[in-house]
């Protein structure tokens, strides 16, 4: 058992992972990040073992930071992260950005998330997420295919400032990350998935999940080892996604 707290355990996993955003300058940002953010955090022994943030852009949600400690790597947690996600998403009425009377089962909210990362890949396939392939946009005058052009203009937008705010202090400060990141730019895909089509999923997986604590307007949600899902990856969609690569 670790007593590690979460602004610490995230850093060091940032520090390591620089396919990740960068870390804060120090605990103090980080503790306000986190409490502005909002997050599923998987515990063990009261010990943070994985981690996801929600990041609302107009109305739709990146999944971001995704990332289970390297000792409880390959177990499924990050299974169980993404269920979470998309749970919290689609059922929390701060995170989905409506009022709670509206949180009814018409309405859904676009999930997204960029990875370079197979393991990842296939955990959002799983979930029900769908590979977005690259596309051509008359603004670029069709020369630059991108998978971002999937997404609705205003979420786009959206994405785009988060990108800048992001990587202008990482090209400062953190430049290993940031030509890291650059030069694999083109092996990150976009996965997609509108919450409706994963209730059906996510409920029917959930009624394994016997002490799961409901995630509405929580920000740290406890499992336990056996809580996990076992839920295989869907084989056809992983290889489209490494044919994509
Ligand atoms: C990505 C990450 C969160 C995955 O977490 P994890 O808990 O180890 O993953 P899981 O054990 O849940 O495995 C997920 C799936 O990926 C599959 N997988 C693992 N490695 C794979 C690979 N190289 N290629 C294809 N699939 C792979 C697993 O078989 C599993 O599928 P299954 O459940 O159908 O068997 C973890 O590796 C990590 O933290 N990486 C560093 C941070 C990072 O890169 N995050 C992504 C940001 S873009």
Redesign the pocket.
């Known amino acids: 058992m670790r007593d590690e707290p979460l602004e610490d355990w995230l850093n060091r996993m940032l520090v390591d ?1 620089i ?2 955003r960068s870390p804060s300058k120090d605990a103090a940002r980080e503790v306000k990040r986190l409490d502005k953010v909002a997050k599923i955090t998987l515990l063990e022994d009261g010990a943070p073992i ?1 981690h996801l943030e929600l990041e609302r852009r107009a109305g739709a949600i990146e999944f971001c930071t ?3 400690d390297p000792g ?8 169980e992260l993404v269920r979470q996600g998309v749970e919290r998403a689609d059922r929390d009425p701060i995170v989905a950005g409506v009022a709670l009377d509206d949180l009814d089962e018409q309405r859904g909210v676009l999930l997204f998330s ?7 890949a ?2 959002l396939v ?1 979930a029900g997420f769908k590979l977005r392939s690259p596309r051509r946009k008359w603004s670029t005058l069709w020369l630059i295919p991108s998978s971002i052009y999937n997404l609705p203009f205003l979420v786009r937008m959206a994405t785009v400032i988060d990108r800048i705010k992001r990587n202008t202090p990482m090209l400062l400060r953190d430049r290993k990350r940031f030509w890291h990141q650059k030069k694999n730019l083109g092996d990150y895909h976009m996965f997609t998935l509108w919450s409706p089509d994963a209730r059906a999923h996510v409920h029917a997986s959930s009624e394994d999940f016997a002490d799961r604590v409901d995630a509405l307007g929580m920000d740290m949600v406890r499992v336990t080892e056996d809580s996990f899902i076992q ?3 869907g084989g056809e969609d ?1 290889r489209a996604w490494d044919e994509a690569e």
């Open positions: 992972n396919d990740l994985g995704v990332v289970v409880h790597r390959g177990r499924g947690l990050s299974h960029f990875t370079r990362n197979a393991a990842l296939a955990t799983a839920d295989p990856a992983v």
